[in-house]
């Protein structure tokens, strides 16, 4: 070791002034520095021991392996030459120059013969070690070499998240190395893992890629703390969960698998348009529909009267698919003028469809309500019941017996007076109807008898509906008060139910009633206070239908109708329809359809008609038929479509009985019909487009009925398109009404009205018209018409001479209407619409003998707007209705006035209560209406409703 004393003050200098702590501005380094130099001045000189003291704190100030390596050499020099070997290796650790690596090597090497070394490596490395006691310090991390004197120790290591290790004791020999490995173990809690949705699925920690730890069920031993489980299998997986691992201690998780999953953004021209994906409804637009199964998907976008619009799209996981804003075009289509969904330009009719956001923004309570001012119709109501004529068709007596009303293509009118029912005595509102078609013209090549003047079809509830269960309730006219509920189950595209119930209350309301020979008008109360409640509703699957309606009304009548006494509350009547028809309409090819339905119907009426002093009249009617039908549909290709068909009914009950009672008590019937009668028919209709520009339409109907021989009925139609956009329609053909049973048999015993005396024959009209329709700027149109009819045997009420009665007869002198239409419309689009019609019409009996050959009760001018524009989109729209309300030649030769009845609503939807709201002012100037009425009334003319206060509430969820 002499060698070493001589070389160590050298090598020792040299390293020295090598290793030195560079001077810095910070505190510490100067401190560092100067006790470096004391340490190197005192190795000098010899002392050691001193040397090493400032050296250890110099490196405790800024750590640096060039004292460290200073550190070591005063210990060797000290003869410690464990703690020499130590620190040797401490300053080898991390060195990059070659000289100082090879002179802490030899270092190393020449103190090894004066030391025993224990060789710790540990399982993780990086643990710390401790020799025997851990309060006596680290030696530091494993995997290192341990110098030691010779003797028995204990190697301690420790490594957070693992349990501290002690080796067994070992041996430690000068001059030789001992391994000693420990291997610790991990300190963890346990984790149990189940699976929902799969049967397996592969479990990973902390990171959603890279190798499973486990194929659950499965448990796994986790180290304490919170960690993040990701579990997956093929096509499915669930979201990202966070365990809370207690040492020692099992925690039990389940994750639920779902197919991965994307988001599906859509938007709509129109809002509220059902979204459906893969045929399961998803919601309505605007829509962002999240946790959309990832994959290929079909996206269906729809709304009524508008052309569905279909996407295919990819969905991935976590991404979205955003579709933008797609264009709802309208379909502008009807069924009722040719039995079939077509476009309004491509029918072989002058058409109005009446759609659902007309119906939600006016509220319209009855069917009356929402005919009033379209184009070419003209309305009124006795108070009895509510009627509508059709170019000029149609008389106060008739009950609007000559439109015919359908529900979704069933006739709705009865089979004794063939009333239409527009008013409360329809339908206790609209909420289910979807639509209002209507047709005018003649229509009895595919409805017969009833369709004279025109058609009115209620196109119910759409198949794209939603499930889901609604409750309304309301107020219209200032009296009524109304309620109802129903749901919608829908079980896929082709298969579900629904159904309303409703019912409705009036205590009326007072009118000041004209009485004829009275030069003040009659203050009466209670007029129209009735209760009303039905039911109807549709049920479906694939090709099948099933529907039903029932409605019953009972109404007070004290207005002096039908010769009864002005202002007494015991006349009333009540009216009950029953309807029930089953469809069946499978596609047999790909170019044949047969249509095949049967229905069941029952009308009853009871009325009690209070006459000056005790006389009541007491009368009951009731009519049951049923019928069938069935057509076949051929249609080739995309230009021909022919129909051939045939149906009959069966009338096993129509019957008409009164009887008279004095003072209450009854005397002997002064009226006991009945008449069952049965009829048959069949009919062709051809259609074709030949050309692009061209369309082509004629049919033929044989009508026979029990009652009187056949009728023939021909239609045929010539639709071009001269010019883009526009479309030209020359129409034309007959129709008849069979004269109803009630004009051909009542009498109430010479209070009023008496039996025909001649038997009655069918109404004849032939009918033509011209129409042109010009679209422009996408969702407007302007349309002109010209129109002409000729009637034969128009039925109506002809007094007899030298008694206070009446008695239907046949017009023994043709009647001609000639009249023009006029129409600007803006289509619904984007939450507003725009219509504008004037009509003008003159009905004239061609009678040459007569001053003035008018017909009573037509007004010759017709106008009517309808607006409505958002206030604020989906909240509140504002809706403005204006209808002319021109005069009317009455009996006596003098006329009604002019008015100009204007009506207005704000609508709209609170989307967060699903409620849907109108409230709104009918009539708003309180104009005075009057309308004629026939001749058996206490007045000539009625008056109609002044302003009246509406409100329409309906919850959907």
């Given amino acids: 070791m002499r060698s070493s004393r001589v070389l160590g003050p050298v090598l020792a200098a040299a390293l020295v002034f090598l290793g030195a702590p560079r001077a810095s501005a910070d505190g510490l380094a100067d401190e560092a520095e100067l006790h470096f130099q004391l340490g190197a001045a005192d190795y000098q000189k010899g002392e050691y021991t001193s040397a090493l003291e400032h050296f250890l704190l110099s490196n405790r100030l800024v750590p640096n392996r060039r004292v460290v390596f200073n550190i070591a050499r005063s210990f060797e020099q000290l003869r410690q030459w464990p703690d020499a070997h130590r620190y040797y290796v401490d300053a080898l650790a991390g060195e990059t120059e070659p000289a100082a690596i090879e002179a802490s090597k030899s270092a190393i090497t020449r103190l090894a013969p004066n030391v025993a070394v224990l060789d710790v490596v540990t399982d993780p490395p990086g643990a710390t070690i401790y020799i025997d006691r851990k309060d006596l310090g680290s030696r530091g991390r494993a995997p290192r070499p341990l110098a030691v004197n010779e003797g028995k120790y204990r190697v301690i290591a420790e490594f957070p998240g693992y349990e501290p290790r002690a080796s067994e004791e070992v041996v430690a020999k000068r001059g030789s190395e001992t391994r000693v490995s420990l291997s610790l173990t991990r300190i963890v809690g346990k984790v149990k893992v189940t699976v929902t949705g799969a049967a397996r699925a592969a479990v990973r920690v902390d990171q959603e890629s890279g190798e499973p730890a486990c194929i659950a069920p499965c448990e796994l031993a986790l180290s304490p703390g919170k960690h993040e489980l990701y579990a997956t299998t093929e096509g499915a997986s669930a979201p990202a969960r966070t365990v809370n691992v207690v040492a020692r201690e099992t925690t039990e998780v389940n994750v639920t698998l779902r197919p991965p999953v994307g988001t599906v953004v859509v938007g709509t021209t129109e809002p509220g348009a059902l979204v459906s994906i893969d045929g399961r409804a998803a919601g309505f637009s605007p829509a962002v529909l999240s946790d959309v199964p990832a994959g290929a998907r079909k996206v269906r976008v729809s709304l009524p009267g508008h052309a569905p619009v279909v996407r295919d799209i990819v969905v991935r996981q976590g991404e979205q698919v955003d579709l933008g804003t797609l264009d709802l075009v309208p ?409 109803s049973i009630y004009e051909q048999l009542y009498n109430d015993n010479g209070q009023s009205q008496e039996k025909p005396l001649q038997a009655l024959d069918a109404e004849k009209i032939w009918s033509g018209e011209v129409e042109y329709t010009q679209r422009f700027l996408d969702d407007w149109a302007a349309l002109v018409a010209v129109h002409g009819s000729h009637i034969d045997g128009l039925i109506f009420t002809k007094p007899i001479p030298g008694r206070p009665t009446v008695a239907y007869a046949n017009s023994e002198t043709g009647m001609l209407v000639l009249g023009a239409d006029a129409e600007i419309r803006r289509e619904w689009r984007k939450g507003w619409m725009l219509a504008a019609t004037y009509g003008y019409q003159r009905a004239t009996y061609l009678d040459d003998t007569l001053a003035d050959p008018r017909v009573r009760n037509v007004p010759e001018h017709l106008a009517g707007f309808r607006g409505v524009i958002p206030v604020l989109p989906s909240i509140a729209s504002l809706g403005v209705r204006m209808t002319l309300e021109a005069p009317r030649l009455l009996v006596d030769g003098s006329s009604t006035g002019t008015q100009v009845v204007a009506d207005l609503t704000v609508s709209g939807e609170v989307k967060s209560y699903g409620l849907r709201y109108v409230v709104g002012l009918y009539n708003l100037a309180d104009r005075r209406v009057l309308a004629p009425v026939t001749d058996t009334f206490r007045s000539r003319t009625m008056p109609q409703n002044g302003r009246t206060f509406l409100v329409d509430l309906v919850g959907t969820y």
């Fill in 331 to 739: 379909l502008r289509e009807v069924t009722a003028a040719s039995r079939f969904a077509e476009r309004i330009e491509d029918a072989p009719s002058s058409v109005t469809v009446i759609d659902r956001r007309e119906l939600a923004a006016f509220g319209y309570p009855t069917i009356a309500e929402a005919l009033r001012g379209v184009r070419g119709i003209a309305m009124a109501n006795d108070r009895a019941y509510a009627s509508a004529s059709i170019r000029a068709i149609g008389q106060p007596n008739d009950y609007g017996s000559r439109v015919l009303v359908l529900s979704d293509g069933q006739a709705l009118n009865d089979n004794l007076l063939n009333s239409s029912y527009i008013g409360s005595d329809g339908r206790g509102d609209l909420h289910d109807v979807d639509r209002i078609e209507i047709v005018r013209g003649p229509g009895s090549l595919l409805y017969g008898a009833g369709a004279f003047s025109g058609i009115v079809n209620l196109v119910t509830r759409s198949r794209e509906e939603p499930t889901g269960v609604h409750v309304g309730v309301g107020s219209y006219d200032g009296a009524v008060l109304r309620g109802r509920g129903g749901f919608h189950l829908r079980k896929g595209q082709d298969k579900g139910i629904w159904a309303s119930g409703w019912g409705a209350q009036s205590d009326g309301f007072d009118l000041e009633v004209p009485i004829t020979g009275q030069t003040e008008p009659l203050r009466v109360r209670g007029v129209e206070a009735f209760q009303a409640g039905g039911t109807a509703g549709r049920a479906y699957w694939g090709p099948a239908t099933l529907q039903w309606l029932v409605h019953h009304r009972t109404q007070a009548t004290p207005v002096g109708a039908y010769a009864t006494q002005a202002g007494n509350p015991r006349t009333a009547f009540a009216d009950t329809r029953m309807m029930v028809e089953a469809r069946f309409e499978p596609r047999l090819t790909q170019s044949l359809q047969l249509l095949v339905r049967a229905h069941a119907n029952r009308y009853t009426y009871d009325g009690v008609y209070a006459f000056d002093g005790e006389l009541d009249n007491i009368e009951s009617f009731a009519g049951t038929w049923m019928g069938g039908e069935a057509r076949l549909v051929y249609s080739p290709g995309p230009r021909l479509r022919v129909t051939v068909g045939g149906e009959g009914q069966w009338h096993p009950e129509a019957t008409l009985q009164g009887r008279e009672d004095v003072n209450r008590v009854t005397t002997e019937r002064y009226l006991d019909e009945r008449r069952p009668y049965q009829f048959a028919a069949g009919y062709a209709l051809a259609e074709g487009a030949p050309l692009p520009w061209l369309r082509l339409s004629g049919g033929l109907r044989i009508d026979v009925y029990s009652t009187f021989g056949a009728v023939f009925v021909p239609r045929a139609a010539i639709i071009t398109r001269p010019v883009q956009g526009g479309t030209l329609k020359l129409m034309g053909g007959r129709a008849f009404r069979a004269p």
